[in-house]
């Protein structure tokens, strides 16, 4: 069954499928309406990047019967304005969202500074595989990963980093997000050095671009 894949700014995507939607991390360096329509949305952190307050009210009161499904420090922020329709999730859950399967990978932020407190980061596997979100972490799921959002650049990542963790996961294809920092100048070496060391087919969409997986 076909799913159809478009990349909002930065780190959010949007996935869609039979009709129904599920968007991830729309955050602030991500589009007003971005997660706008959604009948799910999975938030992998607490950092603004990703997490949006304001994104979320306005899709959850736009649909009625739109839920979230995040880690308890985005939960405890959010879930009083929408009893029952958020859900804490953390390591080794799985659930349905919006007709997707969904298993939760990793419990932490990659690190920042060693004097910077880690804080609590869970990726998303979609559909046995079909997709892979890590949010702020290199996590690598005990599953085959078809489609793996690659965060191509942070501060807390250098490009030989992102090289290896693309060998270890072992995707089919990679799609760049969490990309909002990186200039146009700096893209060309990152896809390169990623296209040719990775060792997956290496693949980037401007934000509003879609594919189907």
Known sequence: MTTKLTKKSHACV???KDGR???LDPGVFSEEDAALGADAILITHEHPDHFNEERL???ME???AAEIWTLRSVAEKISTAFPGRVHTVGHGDTFTAAGFDVQVHGELHAVIHPDIPRITNVGYLIDGGRVFHPGDALTVPDHAVETLMLPVMAPWSKISEVIDYV???KPQRAYDVHDALLTDLARPIYDNQIGALGGAEHLR???GESTSL
């Open 14 to 16: 949007r996935l869609e």
């Open 21 to 23: 939607t599920l968007v």
């Open 57 to 59: 009210r306005a899709a």
């Open 62 to 64: 736009a649909n009625p």
């Open 167 to 169: 060998r270890e996961v």
């Open 205 to 207: 969409l401007a934000p």
